[in-house]
């Protein structure tokens, strides 16, 4: 019986990780250096639909407290629609990623191949944003999901709305403009990416309990 749970756990451990989120923007520590309040936006392609699950914002103590009103959406930068919910951040969060980013989950949606950005608006000085302009270190860490996605720069403006900014006029050129800010985040849900551990994992786990039931069978047909 040991051995069969044993065999099991094996097989749960393979098929459970081979489920796993991307997040494109996540944001590391030392980046809040600026108390921007206007739009603060990460433009991206996508190559291969993608589903979003959950929308994210900076936060730049680590703490998991929005102390003001943080808001966050992805719009479609042809269209200049929003295509997420938009998602407001203020109170407590438990921080992901590392440790700087908080979340909140949204109904899933699909991105199909395009033009986006994930817009934040609402930073100040106890929320402050990240800016590579105004000495942040090295901006989110970049996660293109398998090629899913192409980074295609930053945009901002001054208004205290979300609304689709199109400006990065003193933004730092290419490839840096791609994490020019520490702002608004999402996730993405991975459910078909299958690490070969876990393919190699599941055949272990199937193998012993193959050879577990054999040695019940002949214990049971051997005679007494």
Avoid: W
């Avoid at 993608?50 to 936060?59: D, E, H, P, R």
């Avoid at 840096?176 to 393919?199: K, N």
């Amino acid at each position: 019986m040991r051995l069969f749970a044993v065999c099991a756990l094996l097989v749960l451990i393979g098929v459970v990780s081979v489920h796993a989120d991307v997040i494109p923007y996540t944001d590391p520590a030392l980046q809040g250096t600026q108390d921007f309040g206007g739009n603060l936006a990460l433009r991206f392609n996508v190559v291969s639909p993608i589903t979003v699950t959950a929308l994210g914002a900076f936060n730049a103590l680590g703490t998991g407290l929005i102390t003001g009103t943080i808001r966050v959406v992805i719009f479609d930068t042809v269209s200049n629609t929003e295509v997420t919910p938009v998602v407001t951040f203020h109170g407590a969060y438990t921080p992901a990623g590392l440790g700087y980013d908080v979340f909140q989950a949204i109904a899933p949606v699909v991105l199909g191949k395009g033009s986006y950005e994930v817009d934040a608006v609402g930073f100040s000085l106890t929320d402050l944003n990240g800016n590579l302009n105004t000495s942040s270190t090295t901006g989110p860490v970049l996660n293109d999901d398998g090629g899913k996605l192409t980074f295609t720069g930053a945009a901002y403006d001054g208004s205290g709305s979300l609304d689709d900014p199109t400006t990065c006029v003193i933004c730092s050129p290419p490839p840096r403009q791609f994490s020019q800010v520490d702002a608004g985040t999402f996730v993405i849900a991975e459910a078909s990416a299958v690490p070969e551990p876990s393919y190699l994992l599941v055949l272990i786990g199937l193998a012993a309990i193959l050879a577990a039931t054999r040695f019940r069978l002949d214990a049971f047909r051997r005679p007494l």
